[in-house]
């Protein structure tokens, strides 16, 4: 097994994650098969407790594990399934030691950080590493290992330690180390600094871990004279130097990586360059094609966002990427409205009008309305409004999680007149329950105590928009994170005033997808398909809302390329004959200032960028 850790120095938010991500994509482009890890110094077991403003948003994967978001831009960029183990932190890690002590494991012995807690580090790795996480039989060829944080931060210390110690156990030619740091440019003096870079790769030094690779984040392209200051101040040759400057959009990162041959530094240190007596080179084909079909998209897409984190954009990260995703298939360029939900309120028009005007503005500029999932009752009416003004203007919805049981609520209130509907998470006492607490859930243990992870949903026949843009599939498997379900009680009379619960888990008593079928396009699912969306496999969900919002939906339901499964790729086909993409050369697209950002989403007019 081979290693490659990423680190971050300077400052925090460098880009750690997608540069792992990007290494990783580089590595399975040479025909590597690649696992990743992300090592969350963190106290907390994992991020399930954590709100959105802290960490962002939670990241949940197949086995039901709650983990840092980055493990979502492992999956979207491999195209891989991780589990819990893949996300340590210092919750779990301790734990396992004091775990290991209570049963006397480590025979009255006086328990310490090194070894004990260092050794327990080492051997999380080695075990998780060899799982397979490709769907294929046999351990990965390499692991990509990102350490979360900043050199120099205090909990950081157990691990950079057993990282250290890890170089050793594994040996020569199986560990690589990749260092991300700022180049930043004052605006004073308009040069590129190095300084904070030599300080940082000079306190990894002092921590026992030598970089092999410096990974350079800047606004512009490094400069050669500053890239040989950096390599002799650094003691990094400048062929390992590698310059990740802001670009246009994400995907290309890994186009970066090869352009600057990153892959034949780290293959070199892993002594992996050859297959036989062939170099490996990668092959990025999908990559290029891709990142260049994104930077010349034009007719925009405008979705507007609700929710009540909307100040912090990785808060919905997941949701970004899927709505991206879908647009790129759909060939539009996104433009994401943030809507704060708190601000659509009729307590908002009184409190802050000009908010408050302003977040009805943008509602009703977008082509189609999305609300994500969430906790807790602040913005909840706001959302309800949304969902409201959704049904009765034909607008296109897609509701997530509590996006759906809003919708449900909206419906029986403003339908069925149960003026009193509400969900009991937000008035226990309501008189017209519609949402109702899971009866197997926990109100005294907060954490991993929801319903978690892949869930299969039974779909009720296939004349149902849901059904068919997974390409009437009878079940489908979507990853869920909730507490709270659609009151099975009072499906009926929701039914009877024209409500269509067109999918059900296995029981049939759990409500999993609703629709209106006289509307154009009115769907909620309790389950999040955001978590499994891929740059070449958009969720079909939010294929089908990108769709309507474009007027495109009638032609994706009627194509005969549609979306066969979750597992497949869309490919149009012509008299039965699979048409291949073109492959275009690959230009480099410098980023343009306050017009596009790295992530490839674009500011809207309340000035938040995303």
């Known amino acids: 097994m081979k290693y490659v850790v990423v680190s971050g120095g300077v400052v925090s938010g460098l880009g750690k994650g997608v540069t792992a991500s990007s290494i990783g994509a580089v590595l399975m482009g040479c025909g590597l098969r690649v696992t990743t890890i992300k090592i969350d110094p963190y106290l907390n077991t994992d991020a399930g407790t954590m709100s959105p ?4 948003e939670v990241f949940v994967l197949e086995d039901g594990g709650e983990a840092d978001l980055d493990l979502g831009n492992y999956e979207r960029f491999l195209d891989i399934k991780l589990t819990r183990d893949h996300n340590i932190t210092t919750g779990k890690v301790y734990q396992a030691v004091i775990d290991k002590e209570r049963r006397g ?29 490709d769907g294929k039989e046999g351990p990965p060829d390499v692991c990509v290992i990102e350490l979360g944080g900043t050199i120099g931060d205090i909990e ?7 990282l250290g110690q890890f170089s050793y156990r594994v ?43 410096l990974a350079c984040r800047s606004t512009e392209p490094l400069e050669e004279h500053v890239a040989a200051k950096l390599s002799q101040f650094c003691h990094v040759p400048i062929s390992n130097i590698v310059n990740l400057h802001d670009v246009s959009n994400i995907w290309h990162i890994p186009l970066l990586l090869r352009d600057q041959k990153a892959h034949e530094a780290i293959l070199k240190v892993l002594d992996l360059q050859r297959i036989g007596k062939v170099p490996r080179e990668p092959k990025l084909a999908e990559w290029t094609e891709r990142a260049n079909k994104l930077d010349k998209l034009k007719t925009p897409v405008k979705i507007a966002m609700v929710g009540k984190y909307t100040s912090l954009s990785d808060s919905y990260l997941s949701v970004q990427k899927a709505l991206l995703h879908a647009s790129v298939a759909m060939e539009r360029k996104l433009v994401v409205e943030w809507v704060c939900s708190c601000d659509l309120e009729d307590s908002a028009a009184k409190e802050t009008p000009e908010a408050h005007q302003k977040a009805w503005k943008l509602l009703k500029g977008a082509g189609g309305v999305l609300v994500p999932g969430g906790f807790g009752d602040r913005g909840v009416q706001g959302k309800i409004l949304a ?5 009765e203007n034909n607008v296109p919805y897609l509701g997530i999680c509590l996006g759906m049981q809003v919708a449900v609520i909206e419906f029986a209130r403003s339908v069925m007149k149960l003026s009193g509907a509400n969900s009991t998470e937000f008035d226990p006492a309501t008189p017209s329950p519609c949402v109702i607490f899971m009866p197997e859930g926990s109100k005294t243990q907060m954490g991993a105590t929801m319903r978690l992870g892949s869930r299969r949903t039974y779909f009720l026949g296939n004349n149902c928009k849901s059904s068919k843009l997974y390409g009437n599939a009878s079940s489908v498997d979507e990853r869920h994170r909730h507490r709270y379900e659609v009151n099975p009680e009072i499906v009926p009379e929701l039914e009877k005033a024209g409500l269509s619960f067109v999918g059900k888990d296995e029981s049939g008593r759990r409500m999993e997808i ?16 955001e978590f499994k969306s891929r740059p070449g496999k958009p969720s079909p969900l939010f294929l089908g809302l990108v769709a309507a919002a474009s007027g495109q939906l009638d032609l994706l339901l009627q194509r005969s390329c549609g979306i066969a499964s979750l597992n497949s790729t869309p490919r149009c086909t012509t008299n039965g004959t699979v048409v291949p993409p073109v492959k275009k050369p690959y230009t480099a697209v410098k980023k343009k200032p306050l017009k596009s950002l790295v992530n490839g989403y674009y500011a809207n007019s309340n000035g938040i960028q995303i």
């Open 387 to 391: 969902a409201k003004y959704a049904r």
């Open 105 to 133: 494991d480590y025979l009255g012995k006086t328990v310490q950080v090194v070894p004990h807690i260092t050794d327990e580090i080492q051997d999380w790795i080695e075990r998780v590493a060899v799982k397979p996480v």
């Open 156 to 162: 950081s210390m157990p691990f950079i330690e057993a």
């Open 171 to 213: 040996g020569t030619g199986n560990f690589c180390l990749v260092h991300v740091s700022l180049v930043p440019v004052l605006n004073v003096v308009g040069e590129q600094k190095t300084k904070p870079t030599q300080h940082s790769v000079r306190g990894l030094r002092g921590l026992g871990l030598a970089p092999d690779i």
């Open 514 to 529: 609703i629709e209106i079928p006289n509307h154009d396009f009115f769907i909620g699912a309790q389950f999040h398909p």
């Open 53 to 56: 403003f802290e960490h962002g």
